[in-house]
C-alpha cells in the first residue's frame, strides 16, 4: 500500500494522471489535492470519482498550516506535484500569482514533505512536473537537453524554473528523493479554452475570429497528453533520485500550420466546405516575450527507462477534436463566468 499526493490533479494534466494511477494501481490510495482555480474542473474526474482509492482534499498549496498537517495526517509516500499557474499569457498581466502558486506553493510541499519524512526517505518520491520552457526559446536548429542551461523568458517560465531549482536544493541540500521532468507542450482532452487548441476549436465552431499572435511562425513540440502520463508513470517508479529526464513529442509545427490543419479537420467534422474557416485567422499583436521555438532531446528517457510517443500526431489530433466536440457540455460550463471576462481582457470584442 502506497498513498501517493497529487496535486493540481483537477487540472488537464492532472486529471489525466489521477485517472491512470487510480485505475492502474488500485492498490495505491492516491490524494488529489487542488485549490479548484479556474482551470480546475472535477468534471474531469467523474468517471473515478467514487472508486475506494481516490480522495479528493480541496485546498491551497500555499496555505503552510493545512499543507504540513496534511503531510502529517496521511503520511504520503509520494507526490506528483502538478498544481500550477499554467497559462503564459495570464503570467504576463498577473506575475505575483505565479510567484505565489509556482515558487511558494512548491516550497511549502518541500518543507512538509522533508518536516514529516525527518530523513526517513526509504521508499519516498517527490516528483515535480516542470516544463521545457524553463530553457528558454530555441532558434531555427537545436533541441533542449536535460543539461540545457535554463534561461527563462516569461514570468511563468521564470516561476517554474525557480520551483524547480529549489526541488534540487532539496535534494542537493537534505537529500530528499527528488525528481523532475520537463515536457513539451500537451494535447487532449480536457485542457482549459486559454490554451491553443482548445481556445481555437471552440471558436471555429462558433464562426469567431482565431487570433494569430505575430506571424503565427513560433514553433511548439506537441504531445498526446496520455504520452506524457506514461512517461510520468515511469519516471515516478523508476527514476533514480535528484535526476531530470525531458519528455517531447518530436512533433514540431510552427502555430499557423498546426492551425490550418485544424481548421481542415474541423470544416471536415462540421459539414462545411473545406477551406471555410480559414477567414477567421486573424492576426493580431504577439506575445510580449514570445518563445520562438521549443523542441526536445528525449533520448535520455528512451535510452534509459524504454519511453516513447505512442499516438501518432493525426490520430491524437483527430481524437481531441471530436472530444471536444462532443462535450458540448464541459465546454459550455468552463466557458460561463470568468471565462468571459477573460476573454475580453485578452482579445476583445472579436
Ligand atoms: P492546468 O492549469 O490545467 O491545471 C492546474 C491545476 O492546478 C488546476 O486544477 C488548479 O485548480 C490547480 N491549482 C492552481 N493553483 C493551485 C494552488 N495554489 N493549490 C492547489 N491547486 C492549485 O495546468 P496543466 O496544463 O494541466 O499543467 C499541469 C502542470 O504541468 C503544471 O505544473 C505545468 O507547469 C506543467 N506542464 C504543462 C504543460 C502543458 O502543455 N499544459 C507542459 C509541460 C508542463
Ligand atoms: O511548452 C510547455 C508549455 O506549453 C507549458 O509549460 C504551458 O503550461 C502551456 O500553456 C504551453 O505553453 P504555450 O505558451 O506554448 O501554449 P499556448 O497554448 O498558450 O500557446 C501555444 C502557441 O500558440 C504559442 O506560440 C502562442 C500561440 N498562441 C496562443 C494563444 C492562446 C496564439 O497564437 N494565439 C492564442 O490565442
Redesign the pocket.
Known sequence: MKKILITGGAGFIGSHVVRHFVNKYPQYEIFNLDKLTYAGNLENLTDVEKMPNYHFVKGDIEDAEFIMNLFQKEQFDGVIHLA?E????RSITNPLQFIHTNVLGTVQLLHAAKTTWNGNYEGKKFYQI????VYGALGDTGLFSETTPYNPH?P??AA?ASADHFVRAYHDTFGMPTVISN????YGPNQFP????P??INNIKHNKP?????Q?L????WLYVEDHVEAIDLIFHQAKPGSTYNIGGNNEWR?IDL?KKLIEIMDRKLGRPEGTSLSLITY?TD?AG??LR?AIDASKIKNELGWEPKVRFDEGFEKTVDWYLNNEEWFSHVTSGEYEEYYQK??GNR
Open positions: 500550477a499554467s497559462h503564459v499569457d516542470s516544463t521545457d520552457e516569461s511563468y517560465s517554474k515536457c513539451s507542450n500537451n486559454e490554451k491553443l487548441i481556445l481555437f482565431l487570433p494569430v499572435y505575430g503565427g513560433n514553433v511548439r513540440d502555430n492551425i493580431v506575445r514570445h518563445d521549443y485578452m482579445y
